[in-house]
């Protein structure tokens, strides 16, 4: 099962709003990932977890809070988000250390906030 | 800081060899090449990666120039399902961090 699964497919939200995406993944992997994808823009990475800690934040503003509660979830806690957060969000994993090194994506949420 | 250089868009007919090339003139020598594809309203997918030597798996192959300045990765036999953008993309191997540059937006054509 090569599969990374992502609820909600789409989500709408007010600035006001709290919203959570999540992430599911089974192949063991340890490593896994939140990227961001404006339309017509390549994916940008947010976050990276390793081993279920925190190990790259590129700069992502607080309203954005990443949380693993285990090896194969993945959330994504939004607050107070702004029209121009409004993006598809791609969930990944990986095994670190693999031969391959191959992250496989989820299908994303595609968020809109207005 | 993008490490590549893809055309931005390319167009090749169903059933012929797709080759898309792939410019890292400052790749280093611990940097492998990998590329991603994606499908319209989909993650991004694996495709391949290499290092110096020509690699092929059942999607494609990736041909690196003795100089690693450059790479090509041919589609053998496109079909309609191929039309997606195509990433190439210079990373240490194991590092977290996947870059995707604009990539190169394939259309086949039947």
């Given at each position: 099962d090569t599969e990374v699964t992502q609820t909600p497919k789409h989500l709408v939200m007010g600035m006001t709003n709290k919203k959570s995406l999540k992430c599911e993944q089974h192949?063991?992997?340890?490593a896994m990932y939140w990227y961001k994808q404006k339309a017509k823009k390549p994916p940008e990475l947010m976050f990276v977890y390793s081993y279920e800690k925190l190990s790259i934040n590129e700069s992502v503003p607080s309203r954005f809070s990443p949380e693993c509660p285990n090896s194969s979830l993945l959330n994504l806690h939004l607050h107070a988000l702004q029209p121009e957060d409004s993006a598809l969000y791609l969930c990944a994993s990986s095994q670190p250390g693999?031969?391959?090194d191959t992250q496989y994506f989820g299908p994303g949420t595609r968020l809109t906030v207005l | 800081d993008a490490k590549t250089t893809q055309p931005p868009s390319m167009d090749c007919a169903e059933g012929r060899a797709a080759n898309l090339p792939c410019n890292h003139s400052t790749i280093s020598g611990n940097e492998y090449v990998y590329w991603y594809r994606q499908i319209h309203s989909q993650g991004p997918q694996y495709i391949i990666h290499g290092l110096k030597n020509n690699e092929t798996n059942e999607m494609a192959s990736l041909i690196i120039t003795e100089d690693r300045k450059s790479s090509t990765l041919i589609l053998p036999h496109a079909t309609l399902r191929d039309t997606a953008v195509y990433y190439c993309i210079v990373r240490v191997?194991?590092?977290y961090k996947l870059s995707f540059g604009a990539g190169t937006t394939v259309t086949v054509r039947a």
């Amino acid at each position: 099962d090569t599969e990374v699964t992502q609820t909600p497919k789409h989500l709408v939200m007010g600035m006001t709003n709290k919203k959570s995406l999540k992430c599911e993944q089974h192949m063991g992997h340890r490593a896994m990932y939140w990227y961001k994808q404006k339309a017509k823009k390549p994916p940008e990475l947010m976050f990276v977890y390793s081993y279920e800690k925190l190990s790259i934040n590129e700069s992502v503003p607080s309203r954005f809070s990443p949380e693993c509660p285990n090896s194969s979830l993945l959330n994504l806690h939004l607050h107070a988000l702004q029209p121009e957060d409004s993006a598809l969000y791609l969930c990944a994993s990986s095994q670190p250390g693999s031969l391959t090194d191959t992250q496989y994506f989820g299908p994303g949420t595609r968020l809109t906030v207005l | 800081d993008a490490k590549t250089t893809q055309p931005p868009s390319m167009d090749c007919a169903e059933g012929r060899a797709a080759n898309l090339p792939c410019n890292h003139s400052t790749i280093s020598g611990n940097e492998y090449v990998y590329w991603y594809r994606q499908i319209h309203s989909q993650g991004p997918q694996y495709i391949i990666h290499g290092l110096k030597n020509n690699e092929t798996n059942e999607m494609a192959s990736l041909i690196i120039t003795e100089d690693r300045k450059s790479s090509t990765l041919i589609l053998p036999h496109a079909t309609l399902r191929d039309t997606a953008v195509y990433y190439c993309i210079v990373r240490v191997h194991n590092d977290y961090k996947l870059s995707f540059g604009a990539g190169t937006t394939v259309t086949v054509r039947a």
